[in-house]
């Protein structure tokens, strides 16, 4: 009889299938009993690599768990649902859901986990910049993956994270586009002729975000002290179903077939017509009687600093005054109908102003303005970071009132003017090679008499001694 093998000893044997077998004791499972994996190639040379390469993994505690690994798109899920949720910010997590549904699902989310290579993840992005995606996009995209994949491979689900063997497409900064001096009055003096007036002034003067401009509150405004809080953000966020089959929820809202050419249903769709559903739809949870977490929504902001109090211009308390003066009004016209939000700005009925409403009056007022369209935070922020620059305000100071936790971020708020260079490479060049002097006057000879008498330049001369 042959002796026992050793504990933790792997074994190789030929079986009657043809095929070369490999048995590696990884250690135990969670109920106790020994974690053996097998392994099967057609070589015996084959076969060794694997198990040396299963007992490498082994040996340095990077093995991955036992059982069948899920699938990208089931990954994802689980990940979305159970573990990003707990850390990241409700706007953040619709916005990985929608890439993830749109672009990772249908480009890999049939692949195992376990069985992913960078190759398909490659094509993936290739695809994505074929069908119109900018590559900021794209990496945006890779960056959910990654993070997902990390976390499958911190807990030994996969054995690397394949993500990071992949380059993603470069990204090209955008260029920041803020309003000029004279544009920045021309925008403000078009939005004078609106109810709204007072919020493009929070926005352009004061550099505020839109969500943070459209969530301020009275409560956090202190009009003696000169100072807002910026304390919440109005954000719009996707509904999630709260029913238990999400599927059949949306049933008779689901739609397999590829619009015609020529579709009358979805005419007046600014991005045209959508797309058709998967087979297992999950969508249409606005349409749910037991929808939860969407629409507006007031939220904290993303940071701390975020928070921070800013300073009011003095000459904008008036103008604030007034603005409260007339909301007041607009309550007592609406009676009953009035919705008490606590905001700022509002509509005629009290609820917050839409986001969506605001960015197309922002677009709006660029027209009748005269300005050339551009980024609604190029209009806000941008502006308010340039035109304090150039008002002589330095970097820290500027950092402070938009509330950057860096000062690096800040630099890309802030845009250099051409006519500012210009004069600075002025001042410059007269450092380097100082202008010459200007040519002595030389005595000229006049026509006529002087009118001093000699006693008169005697008795100067005598002065000057």
């Known amino acids: ?40 190639a057609k070589t015996e040379p084959e076969i060794k690599r694997k198990v ?7 040996d340095q505690g990077r093995a991955p768990t036992a059982g069948r690994k899920p699938t990208v798109a089931k990954w994802m899920e689980t990940y979305l649902t159970d573990i990003a949720s707990l850390k990241l910010k409700p706007r953040s997590l619709d916005d990985y859901w929608s890439k993830t549904r749109n672009d990772i699902i249908p480009g890999v989310g049939q692949h195992r986990i376990d069985k992913l290579q960078p190759e398909h993840l490659e094509r993936m992005y290739r695809a994505l910049l074929d069908a119109g995606h900018a590559p900021s996009h794209v990496v945006k995209v890779h960056r959910i993956l990654s993070r997902a994949l990390k976390i499958a491979h911190r807990r030994r689900i996969v054995a690397e994270n394949v993500a990071t063997l992949v380059d993603p497409p470069s990204v090209d900064e955008t260029e920041a586009n803020p309003f000029t001096k004279e544009e920045a009055k021309a925008f403000l003096e078009a939005a004078a002729r609106r109810p709204t007036f007072m919020r493009w002034i ?11 401009t459209l969530g301020l509150r009275w409560s956090y405004v202190d009009l003696e002290a000169e100072l807002f809080r910026p304390e919440w953000q109005l954000q719009r966020l996707t509904w999630r179903h709260g029913c238990s089959d999400a599927h059949a929820c949306g049933g008779r809202l689901h739609r397999f077939d590829v619009c015609p050419p020529v579709c009358a249903t979805h005419k ?4 045209g017509c959508p797309k058709p559903c998967p087979k297992t739809c999950t969508r249409h949870a606005s349409a749910c009687p037991q929808r939860k977490g969407g629409g507006l929504v007031f939220t904290r902001p993303k940071t ?10 003095p000459v904008f308390i008036s103008l604030l005054d007034a603005h409260k003066a007339r909301q007041e009004a607009m309550r007592a016209a609406a009676g009953e109908l009035w919705q008490e939000n606590d905001v700022v700005f509002s509509r005629p009925d009290g609820r917050p102003l839409d986001p969506r409403a605001d960015y197309e009056e922002f677009k709006e007022l660029l027209g ?20 304090l620059n150039e008002l002589g305000v330095d970097m820290p100071t500027i950092m402070e009132i938009l509330r950057h ?11 250099g003017r051409s006519h500012l260079s210009k004069d600075a490479m002025r001042r410059m060049g007269e450092f380097f090679v100082p202008a010459p002097p200007a040519p002595e006057a030389t005595p000229t000879e ?14 100067r001369r005598r002065r000057i001694q």
């Open 1 to 40: 009889m042959s002796p026992r093998k050793p504990n933790m000893e792997s074994t190789v044997y030929f079986g009657t299938d043809g095929w070369w077998h490999g048995r590696v004791t990884m250690g135990v499972k969670n109920d106790g009993s020994p974690d053996r994996r097998h392994r099967r």
């Open 52 to 58: 040396r390469e299963l007992e490498r993994l082994r």
């Open 202 to 212: 929070v926005g352009v003067g004061m550099g505020f975000r839109q969500g943070e």
């Open 268 to 271: 007046g769709y600014k991005r």
């Open 304 to 313: 701390k600093k975020s928070r921070n109090a800013v300073p009011i211009p």
């Open 368 to 387: 009748e303005a005269g300005i050339d369209d551009r980024r609604l935070y190029d209009g806000s922020r941008h502006t308010a970071g340039t035109i």
């Open 405 to 415: 936790t860096q000062i690096s971020q800040t630099r890309r708020y802030v845009k």
């Open 446 to 459: 006049t026509r006529t008499e002087t009118a001093d008498t000699r006693a008169a330049r005697a008795r």
